[in-house]
């Protein structure tokens, strides 16, 4: 008998490579010719004085349900859909993605010294009900030099992260201190994800 499987509505290889750890199935729902960009039916543009929690959840929630439209239209078969959001939390300012080299050094200036807060939202769809979890962290980095900001933006590697860094790679060295879920910085904390696989009825 095959096991269960679920679709993860994501492109990010830290989010599968997480998946795997905990032993889940999936299948990536991916983009077809003349589709935009990832999740390009979801709109992730912040809505007027809406709060960090607040967004960011209601974006995993959204790009779960337009996955789950995704395998409809499709016509594909019908496995829950697995989705997340991340975003940062700076002086009560969403911080997303960096839209440039430019961009990502001024985040990085930004946090350097000092305390942020790293949120991922998980939700699940199976069409009928919708269910997400969230995940805050408290994140504080050392202070960063010019140097330090110029060698790491210069390696490509802040530019598809929220917040300009990954925990997992080179920028792990600026971090003083966490208090939270490292996998949930991440981008996928596993306890959370656990909790709603559980509710879905996938086995772990």
Not at 14 to 39: M, N, P, W, Y
Not at 139 to 156: E, M
Request: aromatic content about 6%; cysteine-free.
């Amino acid at each position: 008998m095959n096991p269960p499987r679920i679709y993860l509505a994501s492109k990010s290889p830290r989010r599968r490579e997480l998946l795997r750890q905990i032993g889940v199935h999936f299948d990536v729902l991916t983009f077809r010719a003349g589709e935009r960009g990832d999740d390009a039916d979801v709109d992730e543009s912040p809505l007027p004085d809406e709060d960090v929690e607040r967004y960011v959840e209601r974006i995993a929630l959204t790009k779960a349900q337009a996955g789950v439209r995704r395998v409809l239209w499709r016509k594909m078969l019908r496995q829950p859909v697995l989705s997340a959001d991340t975003t940062l939390e700076v002086d009560g300012e969403i911080v997303g993605k960096p839209a440039d080299a430019a961009d990502a050094h001024a985040i990085l200036r930004r946090l350097s010294g000092r305390s942020h807060r790293v949120l991922t939202a998980v939700a699940m769809s199976d069409g009928e009900r919708t269910r997400s979890r969230l995940s805050v962290s408290d994140v504080r980095f050392r202070t960063l030099s010019d140097q330090d900001i110029r060698h790491y933006v210069a390696n490509g590697e802040p530019m598809d992260k929220a917040g300009a860094y990954g925990i997992q790679g080179h920028a792990a060295i600026f971090i003083e201190e966490i208090r939270g879920s490292y996998s949930g910085i991440m981008g996928l904390p596993l306890f959370e994800t656990a909790q709603l696989l559980d509710a879905f009825g996938y086995p772990l």
